[in-house]
């Protein structure tokens, strides 16, 4: 499928998930605004190498997603967004007694409200331009819970709310919201995970990753970004324009438990 004259914006996008739909889409032909807090020669380069490879305009904004104005001037700079992918999250595990109010304020600031700040920003673009896409990177703990990770957990599910209000509320235009649902994804932090967890466990890599990092994946197999690509790639096309309000869980059978 073609993308050709539309403009992404992917938030949190300077590796792994968000990483992968920005090289997507660029290869099917969209303008692409990278995104993450940090703002390096490395960011730069990436955007560059995707432009290079691609053919396509491929820009880095920098933005920090736990901030309504960093949210929102994001899409303000892109100058359009027809496509918005809010990807950016972050992570933190604790009971609830003891979870760190800066750790939830922050959690909750970053995975849930900065959906609402950048897509507030991009729905008049949408708007003008007669055709748009939300596609909100949510989680299997969008759709069931784990101990321990309260933030998140509230975080994702809320998520998905928002994602069904969005629908809603463009229900009768040419704008479609939906989430993607992902359990447990082969990215750079995950492989990093690996070895500390067969330190823990006193396992091989094989064993941690089947027992432990997969241990409620019934697949016993990561997903991979290019597949989380692909799907967000879908959410894109002309099979998908009534397709809206809904999750698309990619995570090895996780939600069907």
Not at 62 to 77: A, F, I, N, T
């Amino acid at each position: 499928m073609s993308l050709q004259g539309k403009t992404a914006v992917i938030t949190g996008s300077n590796s792994g998930i968000g990483l992968a739909i920005g090289r997507e889409f660029a290869k099917a032909g969209a303008k692409v605004v990278l995104n993450s807090f940090t703002d390096s020669a490395e960011d730069h380069a990436l955007a560059e190498s995707i432009a290079k490879e691609c053919g396509v305009e491929a820009r880095y904004i920098q933005g920090d997603m736990s901030k309504p104005d960093d949210c929102r001037g994001l899409v303000e700079q892109a100058g359009a967004c027809d496509i918005l992918v809010n990807n950016a999250g972050i992570q933190h595990v604790c009971p609830v007694e003891s979870f760190p109010t800066d750790k939830w304020d922050a959690i909750l600031a970053i995975n849930l409200s900065s959906n609402f700040h950048t897509t507030a920003a991009a729905l008049p673009m949408m708007r003008a331009a007669g055709w748009g896409r939300v596609i909100n990177i949510a989680s299997a703990h969008g759709l069931t819970a784990s101990p321990f990770k309260s933030a998140y957990v509230a975080a994702k599910h809320g998520v998905v709310g928002l994602t069904k209000t969005m629908a809603l509320e463009t229900a009768e235009e040419p704008i479609t919201c939906n989430a993607i649902c992902p359990g447990y994804v082969m990215t750079p932090i995950v492989e990093k995970q690996i070895p500390d967890q067969m330190a823990t466990h006193n396992m091989d890599r094989e064993t941690v990753i089947r027992e432990v990092m997969l241990s409620r994946q019934p697949s016993k197999d990561f997903a991979t970004v290019e597949q989380m690509a692909g799907t967000a790639l879908f959410l894109c096309s002309d099979a998908a324009a009534q397709i809206t309000g809904t999750t698309i869980s990619v995570d090895g059978g996780w939600t069907a438990l």
